[in-house]
Nanobody, 122 residues
C-alpha cells in the first residue's frame, strides 16, 4: 500500500512558477513509476507528466513540454513537478499517482493523492 500526499499548490500570476511535491509512504517507492495528472473544472482528468522508478525516463503532455519538469528523490520518497511560465490554462487540481508502468493512461495507476489546487491568474 502506498499513500501519497501532495503539497505546494497555490495562486500565482501568469508567467510565474510553482513547485509541487508528492510525498509517498512505504519502502518500495523506487519500484513505482510516478505521474502527475490534472483536472480543470468541467474537464476530464488529463496526463501531465510521468517519470520512471529510476528517474531515467520522463514523459510530458505536449502543452507543458519546456515549461514543466518532473523529478524524483527516491531517498526522500518524493516526486516533484517544477512548473514555470505558468498560464491560466494550467489552472487545475493536480494529482500525483503511483503505478507499475510509466504510462499516460490514468487507469493504470494504482495509488492517488488527494490533489492540490493550482490557480493561475491572468
Amino acid at each position: 500500500q502506498v499513500q501519497l500526499v501532495e503539497s505546494g499548490g497555490g495562486l500565482v500570476q501568469a508567467g510565474g512558477s510553482l513547485t509541487l511535491s508528492c510525498a509517498a509512504s512505504g519502502r518500495t517507492f523506487s519500484r513505482y513509476a510516478m505521474a502527475w495528472f490534472r483536472q480543470a473544472p468541467g474537464k476530464e482528468r488529463e496526463f501531465t507528466a510521468a517519470i520512471a522508478g529510476s528517474g531515467g525516463s520522463t514523459y510530458y503532455k505536449d502543452s507543458v513540454k519546456g515549461r514543466f519538469t518532473i523529478s524524483r528523490d527516491n531517498a526522500k520518497n518524493t516526486v516533484y513537478l517544477q512548473m514555470n511560465s505558468l498560464k491560466p490554462d494550467d489552472t487545475a487540481v493536480y494529482y500525483c499517482a503511483a503505478g507499475p508502468l510509466v504510462v499516460r493512461n490514468s487507469h493504470l495507476y494504482d495509488y492517488w493523492g488527494q490533489g492540490t489546487q493550482v490557480t493561475v491568474s491572468s
